[in-house]
């Protein structure tokens, strides 16, 4: 039996709105597997629950006419990296989720809970920065949109509300159309793992592919959010893919704008250099990906 | 707070009063007697507690019964014939002998039925990737393999001749 106060099955998001706000001390339960073993550890035990485990509106991934993707916040890891339109148009997004635990883990975790957890190791979050991500809240007062990059406050704390609720995930077309990426995964074993540290880097080419349009560069705990390194992202864009020591000048500018510490994981100089050793393996294989040709 | 939920558990329809704040996994063990639904570590690391909901493996230990009104679950005492015969991913394991103290074979043997169910073939390098939210203390991972590798190829071969 878990120690739970009180507990509601939320019928819509609205319906979750309500109950939350009539009890300041309930928090959102959605796949389960952060918020019950937070339970089970006593850290939030004797909380009160409202649940958004069942709620259809929440999950799938929906395409609107424009071509911004909208994620529903209860998709379930391995949904999402099932999904037919993940696959074909962000499968790194999809490949960042199969790194989160393990099957059983991925079939009722959700992306939503993923972010809303604030926890700088998430997985699918370094990723999902690179993709201009916005959060979308429902609250008493209507809802809000937050981009990612503002998302995050501190470890473990967002700006959400306590009676605010994710409703979607979205990205914009020009975020994902084009774009190819890597999102590398660095843990002391290969599933069941928190991450040590996670990099995700997307490219967009020139038609011809020898230059580098655009790049993105997020990591996750390489600081006490997960960050995106725009310094490092100015440096490249623009060059061409050929040029000597590309994924070094990459690496090297993400190292000014990182803040990894020393934790029982890792320490901060072995996080200094997964930085940027992951940054330039996750570089080239994004160039690769892309069908363009680097010279390191 | 008791609450009466409907499930359809091993083909049954199921109506149960349960405490909202209960596990599937202690409502499977304690409330319906399927103690082929082991406790292990209850906190959804080690897989013995895996059963499918809808025909998703998850862990049933951090999974609220809740969750479950109005769903399929299904354990390891669903999987025989009604003339009490073992279904081939059970012969599997026996004859490649992927049982040794066997904790953590009816969950394993849950993900397989997962597996099997997706009619796709696995190689041995994506089989350990899907049995990744499992452990066995015995550490016969080995045989577990060959047995999870022979049913998938079994499967694949009686689907696509």
Redo the contacts between chains.
């Keep these: ?4 106060k009180n ?1 509601y ?1 939320a019928k819509s998001a609205e319906d979750a709105v309500e109950a939350l706000s009539k009890d300041p001390d309930s928090e959102i ?1 959605s796949g ?2 952060d918020v ?2 937070r339970m ?2 006593g850290k939030d035990a004797g909380k009160s629950l409202v ?1 958004i ?2 709620i259809e509106e929440l999950k799938g991934v929906s395409v609107e006419e424009d071509g911004t993707v909208l994620i529903g916040p209860a998709t379930s890891f ?1 949904r999402l990296t099932n999904d037919p339109f993940i696959k074909e148009h962000m499968n790194v997004l999809g490949e960042a989720a199969d790194t989160v ?5 991925r ?2 975790g959700t992306i939503g809970g993923n972010i809303c957890n604030g926890a700088t190791s998430a997985d699918t979050a370094s990723t999902l920065l690179t993709f201009n991500a916005v959060v979308v809240l429902k609250g008493t007062d209507g809802t809000r949109e937050i981009p990612l990059t503002e998302f995050y406050t501190g470890p473990g704390r967002t700006v959400r509300r306590q009676n605010e609720i994710c409703i979607a995930i979205k990205i914009r077309k020009e975020d994902y159309e084009g774009w190819q990426g890597c999102y590398f995964k660095y843990g002391k074993r ?3 793992e928190i991450s040590t540290l996670g990099c995700a880097v997307r490219v967009k080419l020139s038609p011809d592919r020898k230059t580098i349009e655009d790049i993105r560069l997020a990591y996750g705990v390489a600081a006490p959010t997960p960050i995106r390194c725009r310094k490092a992202e100015d440096l490249v864009r623009g060059k061409e893919t050929k040029e000597p020591h590309l994924t070094d000048l990459l690496a090297d500018a993400a190292l000014l704008e990182v803040n990894p510490r020393t934790s029982w994981r890792a320490s901060k100089e072995f996080r200094l250099q997964l930085i940027h050793e992951l940054c330039k393996r996750a570089m080239k294989e994004a160039v690769l990906k892309a069908g363009g040709e680097l010279d390191a | 707070m008791l609450k009466i939920i409907h499930m359809k558990v091993n083909g049954k329809e199921t109506e149960l009063a349960v405490d909202d704040r209960e596990s599937l996994l202690d409502t499977l063990r304690n409330r319906l007697g399927l103690t082929g639904v082991k406790k292990g570590c209850e906190v959804g690391e080690c897989g013995a507690c895996t059963v499918l909901v809808n025909g998703e493996a998850v862990d049933s230990c951090i999974y609220l019964t809740m969750w479950a009104d109005g769903k399929a679950v299904l354990t390891v005492e669903g999987l025989k014939s009604p003339g009490g015969e073992l279904s081939l991913i059970q012969k599997a394991f026996i004859e490649e002998a992927a049982v040794q103290c066997g904790f953590c074979t009816p969950g394993l043997i849950m993900t397989a039925v997962e597996i099997v169910g997706t009619g796709k073939k696995y190689n041995r390098e994506e089989l350990k990737k899907l049995i990744s939210g499992h452990l066995c203390r015995c550490t016969g991972y080995e045989n577990i393999l060959n047995a999870m590798e022979r049913i998938v190829d079994e499967t694949y071969r009686a689907t696509h001749r």
Excluded at chain 1, 1 to 4: G, T
Excluded at chain 1, 101 to 105: D, E, K, L, N
């Design positions: 039996m878990y120690d739970i507990y099955e339960i389960g597997t019950l073993i089970r550890e649940s485990h069942n391995s635990g393990g099957p059983q883990i079939n009722t290969k599933a069941m």
